[in-house]
């Protein structure tokens, strides 16, 4: 398949919708790849290098991959995603099942990354993780806090800054 590079000064704001809506991130360790939504991230510029900060919750399956092998791709629709793929991977834990096989998504490899794109969401980021960070919910507005991190146990989300290696629309 043939990649469109593009880059991030351009399609910000097409990134930043598609997060709106639903964009998807894939992590890959132990030979097995696997795909979750998301609608937490950040595109931008961090110690100089161009970034994506995506924010994954403790107990997700994702995370262990991560911590595994610190690599990630970021896929944003173009346009509308079968409804199957979002269920699948927003709803469902790659500790149950096989999301690519259960999704019917499309796998890509990776240009600068070890970790698969998805064709069915063509816009791609790939990124290497360059800093990780527990968030600390304590130091939320206590409304933010109880809404988003009720009870003792927060499950807080861990922070992922990725340098972006490479950006492309897969055709
Ligand atoms: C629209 C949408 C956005 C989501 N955004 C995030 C997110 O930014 N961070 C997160 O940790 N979970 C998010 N989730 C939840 C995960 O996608 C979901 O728990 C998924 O099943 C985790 O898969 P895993 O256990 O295979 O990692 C979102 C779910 C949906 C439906």
Redesign the pocket.
Known sequence: MEKEKISITTHAGEMIAALK???Y?T?KADGRE????????TVGILWGREVFI????K???????LDKNPEFTVNMPIGEVDRKI??V?????????D?TAEAGLTLVEGEKVSVPAIAEMPMTLECKVLYRREQDVGLLPPEMREKIYPGEDPDS??TYVGEILDAYIIK
Not at 54 to 57: D, K, L, M
Not at 59 to 65: A, H
Not at 89 to 97: I, T
Request: aromatic share 10%; hydrophobic share 35%.
């Open positions: 809506k639903c964009a991130l992590a696997n795909t979750m939504a998301i609608g937490w991230g995506c924010y994954v919750r107990s997700r399956y994702t995370r262990e991959l979002f269920t991977c927003g709803m469902q834990s790659g500790r149950d099942v999301k989300h861990m």
